[in-house]
């Protein structure tokens, strides 16, 4: 037999694609493979992945973050604030009017007129009389001089165009009623309640894992039994055909018929208990919070002895004492009660103790903002 050299040479190529695909083959079979658990290992896959677990795990951290912010009530708040702002011009008023000069004013000015008229008037003529100044200062003592006015007109420039301002608040509250004391109680009965919560969903999800992982042990075992009951009654049906086609008058063919409408339906009841393991299967992985498409096979086959230790009424008491929905309905009691006294601190004064502290910046040295007034306290 003879090969042409393409023949051989392709044949050669795909050899050695073989060769060199066969190890990813095996690393792709390996990692297909189902995973194999016991009910331990689903629970403890369960309660590591499980969101619901997630999320009362953030419930947890979001009410101790309150409660650490319901205790900050019992320190003070210290508050800053920083503000600057720029205007188009500086900020100005205008004053006008007239002042009204006292009396006595009045007079000392008119004196002074009348002195300064006698000078000129002996400067000019050589001789030295008072004869101004003697009628004015009669005229003053008999009120006849009236009272003068100044009108004035002024811009007054109050604040520049750029302005800044720093102000320090502390407020410390000494006496609230009892309101501080009631959130805090809230916020803490609330990080109970959330902790409870967690022992609530761990309990569900290991209800739920096991009540899944028991389903599949229980669908599987169905699934087998109806699987060797539809083999046995296929042979059944085999037998009866092969009796009816023999011409055997024992074997009619409404048996026959009967054998394989029983076929049929054990076939449909086969398909159904299939697609439960399938379900099942889902619901685990589901319940561990596997990705959708783990394959996964249990590796248990039978159930456990049910222990039946425990009267009734000893397990009534273990659920009053243990039971996380009990423990919540309890606490959530014990909020009301918190939220009540926090509604009664209305009835009752609050003290406290606020200072300040303020510095002022403006462009304009001078109007408002003088030396004296940028700090205040």
């Known amino acids: 037999?003879?090969?042409?050299?393409?023949?051989?040479?392709?044949?050669?190529?795909?050899?050695?694609?073989?060769?060199?695909?066969?190890?990813?083959?095996?690393?792709?079979?390996?990692?297909?493979?189902?995973?194999?658990?016991?009910?331990?290992?689903?629970?403890?896959?369960?309660?590591?992945?499980?969101?619901?677990?997630?999320?009362?795990?953030?419930?947890?951290?979001?009410?101790?973050?309150?409660?650490?912010?319901?205790?900050?009530?019992?320190?003070?708040?210290?508050?800053?604030?920083?503000?600057?702002?720029?205007?188009?011009?500086?900020?100005?008023?205008?004053?006008?009017?007239?002042?009204?000069?006292?009396?006595?004013?009045?007079?000392?000015?008119?004196?002074?007129?009348?002195?300064?008229?006698?000078?000129?008037?002996?400067?000019?003529?050589?001789?030295?009389?008072?004869?101004?100044?003697?009628?004015?200062?009669?005229?003053?003592?008999?009120?006849?001089?009236?009272?003068?006015?100044l009108p004035f007109k002024m811009d007054v420039t109050t604040l520049g165009r750029d302005s800044a301002a720093a102000r320090l608040d502390l407020t410390y509250a000494l006496y609230t009623g009892g309101k501080v004391g009631a959130v805090i109680r809230q916020a803490d009965l609330n990080r109970q309640i959330k902790s409870e919560g967690i022992r609530r969903s761990r309990s569900e999800v290991i209800y739920d894992t096991r009540r899944y992982y028991y389903a599949v042990m229980l669908s599987e075992h169905i699934t087998k039994e109806v699987g060797d009951t539809l083999e046995r009654l296929k042979m059944v049906r085999d037998l009866t055909e092969s009796f009816y086609k023999g011409g055997s008058l024992r074997v009619k063919k409404t048996d026959y018929l009967r054998t394989l409408v029983t076929v049929d339906m054990v076939r449909s009841m086969y398909e159904e208990s299939r697609a439960s393991v399938q379900l099942a299967k889902a619901a685990l992985v589901n319940t561990m919070g596997l990705p959708y498409n783990t394959e996964i096979e249990v590796a248990q086959k039978s159930y456990p002895k049910p222990s039946e230790d425990g009267a009734l009424n000893q397990l009534v008491q273990q659920a009053y004492q243990f039971n996380p929905d009990y423990a919540q309905l309890r606490l959530a009691i014990d909020v009301k009660d918190a939220k009540i006294d926090e509604s009664m601190s209305g009835y009752l004064p609050s003290i406290g103790l606020k200072a300040d502290a303020s510095h002022y910046y403006n462009s304009f040295n001078g109007g408002l903002y003088t030396p004296q007034n940028r700090n205040s306290w």
Do not use: C, W
Not at 5 to 15: F, H, K, S, V
Not at 66 to 94: E, G, K
């Open 1 to 149: 037999m003879q090969v042409n050299t393409p023949t051989r040479e392709r044949t050669l190529t795909m050899t050695a694609l073989a060769a060199t695909l066969l190890p990813f083959l095996a690393v792709a079979k390996l990692y297909a493979a189902p995973l194999v658990l016991t009910l331990d290992e689903a629970i403890k896959t369960a309660l590591e992945h499980n969101a619901l677990l997630q999320v009362s795990e953030t419930a947890l951290q979001i009410a101790r973050a309150q409660y650490d912010q319901a205790q900050s009530a019992n320190f003070p708040h210290l508050d800053m604030t920083l503000a600057a702002s720029r205007r188009d011009q500086d900020v100005n008023y205008i004053a006008s009017g007239a002042f009204s000069l006292p009396q006595d004013f009045t007079n000392q000015l008119a004196l002074s007129g009348a002195e300064v008229q006698d000078e000129l008037a002996a400067a000019q003529t050589g001789s030295n009389n008072h004869a101004h100044l003697l009628q004015t200062a009669q005229a003053a003592q008999a009120g006849l001089i009236p009272a003068q006015t």
